[in-house]
C-alpha cells in the first residue's frame, strides 16, 4: 500500500497554528502514515507529538528546522531527523542558544515600538506555550491581537530586518555536527528559497551543496510543495552524483499557510513511504 508522508511540519509550538496532538490527529484524517515534526529551532513538542503518534498507529520520526548561518551572510535551513533531544550533545548547545535568544526579546520589543507596536513582554510570557521565549512568540502576538494577519509580511517588515544576536544562530556546521552528534541525519531545506541557494546558477548551487556535503550534511529535502520540474531534475542529478539521502515535506503550517496540506502540498505531492523507511533505517 502506497501510505503518505510527511517530514516537515510545523506546530504552535513555532510558527504554525496546531498543537502537536492535532497535527498527528490531522495525519490519522487524511490518511498521512508518517510524519515528522520539524518546528522551528524548537523540540518543545516532540513528546506530545510522539506520544499521540503511538496512540494513534503514526509512524513518527524526531525533528527540528534549524536556522543556520552560511557564508556570505546567507541563512540556510538544515532539518535533523532522528535526533535524540535528550542527549547533552544536542541539549547544551541547543539551551545556549534558546537562552541568547529569550535574553534579545526585550531589545527586538524596543525596535518594533519604534515602529509604534508596544509590546508588554508579560503578554508573552502568559501566552507561550513555550520553555523559552522566542521571536516566534512576538510573530503569534501579531496575529493574536489583529496587528497582522500574514505571517511572511510579519517576518518581513518587523522580524527579520532585527539583526540575530551572539549565540542566537548556529553556524550551519555547527547545526550539522549538532544533528550528527545527537544521532540524527541532517539535510538541506528548500534549497530553491531564499533562505536557501536562491539566486545563485545551477552550477554554484551544486558547488555549494558540495561544500555542505563535505561540511557532513547527510541529505537534502527532495519533495517540497514550490519545486519545479527543473528543481526536481537538478536535485535527482545532485542525489545521484554524491550519493546522498533525501527527505520530502510540506513545510505544513496550519492555517498561517491554508494553502498547504498536510501530506499533499498544493494537494498534488506524493512522498513515497520508502523515504521514511530508509531515513528510519539510516537512524
Known amino acids: 500500500m502506497d501510505y503518505k508522508i510527511d517530514l516537515h511540519v510545523h506546530s504552535y509550538m513555532s510558527d504554525g497554528t496546531f498543537s502537536p496532538k492535532e497535527i498527528v490527529s490531522l495525519a490519522v484524517k487524511t490518511n498521512v502514515k508518517a510524519i515528522s515534526l520539524t518546528d522551528h529551532d524548537s523540540v518543545d513538542g516532540i ?3 510522539y506520544k499521540s503518534a503511538r496512540d494513534l498507529n503514526v509512524d513518527f520520526i524526531n525533528g527540528v528546522e ?3 548561518l552560511y557564508k556570505d551572510k546567507r541563512k540556510l535551513h538544515i532539518l535533523g531527523l532522528g535526533i535524540d533531544i535528550k542527549s547533552s550533545n544536542f541539549l547544551k548547545p541547543y539551551t545556549k542558544m534558546k537562552l541568547a535568544r529569550e535574553g534579545a526579546i526585550k531589545s527586538i520589543l524596543q525596535v518594533i515600538k519604534l515602529k509604534g507596536i508596544d509590546i508588554d513582554i508579560n503578554d508573552l510570557k502568559q501566552n507561550s506555550v513555550n520553555k523559552y521565549l522566542d521571536r516566534y512568540d512576538i510573530h503569534k502576538y501579531f496575529i493574536r491581537y489583529g496587528i497582522s494577519y500574514n505571517s511572511q509580511e510579519i517576518w518581513d517588515k518587523y522580524l527579520d530586518p ?3 544576536g551572539k549565540d542566537e544562530l548556529f553556524t550551519t556546521e555547527e547545526a550539522i ?3 550528527k552528534n545527537s ?3 541532517s539535510f538541506l531545506a528548500h534549497y530553491n528559497k531564499n533562505i536557501g541557494l536562491n539566486g545563485l546558477t545551477k552550477a554554484q ?17 527532495r519533495y517540497y510543495p514550490s519545486y519545479s520540474e527543473e528543481d526536481n531534475e537538478f536535485l535527482d542529478y545532485i542525489i545521484d552524483k554524491y550519493g546522498i539521502e533525501f527527505s520530502g515535506g510540506t513545510d505544513f503550517h496550519g492555517e498561517n499557510r491554508p494553502e498547504i496540506s498536510l501530506g499533499t502540498g498544493y494537494g498534488n505531492m506524493s512522498i513515497p513511504y520508502s523515504v521514511y523507511e530508509n531515513i528510519k533505517n539510516k537512524i
Do not use: F
Request: glycine share 12%; charged share 20%; hydrophobic share 45%.
Open 47 to 49: 513528546n506530545e507529538a
Open 66 to 68: 534549524i536556522s543556520s
Open 162 to 164: 532585527i539583526p540575530y
Open 177 to 179: 555536527d549538532i544533528i
Open 183 to 185: 544521532g540524527g541525519l
Open 205 to 221: 548551487m551544486e558547488v555549494n551543496i558540495k561544500y555542505l556535503i563535505d561540511m557532513g550534511l547527510r541529505g537534502i529535502e
